[in-house]
């Protein structure tokens, strides 16, 4: 089972500052399937990238992916404060297709 | 518009047994892999099974293997969790979610979920 590993856990920054988050995998992850999601509280997830580093339809271009193999990054280039939430990362090339554990996004 | 509705939580003892349910719009169903995914009060997801766009293909994780079974009606765009021997680790907020036509994928849709309580 690949396990992913998110850091860090919290990461405290103002708007306009870059963002960088990082999703680590204990195994390769098979042709990049990999997605990360923003969720906002009382809200289901929002899928913002998938095979690493395609941006999902509407979603800003401030977000980016980048990655392979066992190294993948969420960057949001300026922060809006709408961008402030949980953030999770999950690989889907093999089951179990486990998320990652959250990186918290928070002013 | 796409839109998944997630229906059948509720309150139940330890080894009790639910049916969640999704029903969903505004795609052809039967094109689709489907997942069910859940979050614990407080906590971070956690993927619990995929099912296949004609149901042949099923994935569950560790966690829930032997006691929940995931199943499609495409006829009537559904998707279902039944889950037997509920234990009180499977409290959480259950969603469905629509992934690839080609595979289990990233899910660009949810619904909002259905909240499964299991306590005595």
């Known amino acids: 089972e690949i396990v992913l590993t998110q850091s860090p856990g919290t990461l405290s920054l103002s708007p306009g500052e870059r963002a960088t988050l990082s999703c680590r995998a204990s195994q390769s992850i098979s042709s990049s399937y990999l997605a990360w999601y923003q969720q906002k509280f009382g809200q289901a997830p929002r899928l913002l990238i998938y095979?690493?580093?395609s941006r999902a339809t509407g979603i800003p271009d401030r977000f980016s992916g980048s990655g392979s193999g066992t190294d993948f990054t969420l960057t949001v280039s300026r922060l809006e404060p709408e961008d402030f939430a949980v953030y999770y990362c999950?690989?889907?090339?093999?089951?179990?297709?486990?998320f990652g554990q959250g990186t918290k996004l928070e002013i | 518009q796409v839109q998944l509705v997630e229906s059948g939580g509720g309150l139940v003892k330890p080894g009790g047994s639910l049916r969640l349910s999704c029903v969903v719009s505004?795609?052809?169903?039967?094109?689709?892999?489907m997942s069910w995914i859940r979050q614990a009060p407080g906590k971070g997801l956690e993927w619990v099974s995929s099912i296949s766009s004609s149901g042949t293909y099923i994935w569950y994780a560790d966690s829930v293997k032997g006691r929940f079974t995931i199943s499609r009606d495409n006829a009537n765009n559904s998707l279902y969790l039944r889950m037997n021997s509920l234990r009180a680790g499977d409290t959480a907020l259950y969603y469905c979610?629509?992934?690839?036509?080609?595979?289990?994928?990233?899910?660009?849709?949810w619904g909002q979920g259905t909240l499964v309580t299991v306590s005595s």
């Open positions: 505004g795609f052809t169903f039967s094109d689709y892999y």
């Open positions: 999950q690989m889907y090339g093999t089951s179990p297709y486990t």
């Open positions: 095979d690493a580093s």
């Open positions: 979610a629509r992934g690839k036509s080609y595979a289990p994928g990233s899910y660009n849709y």
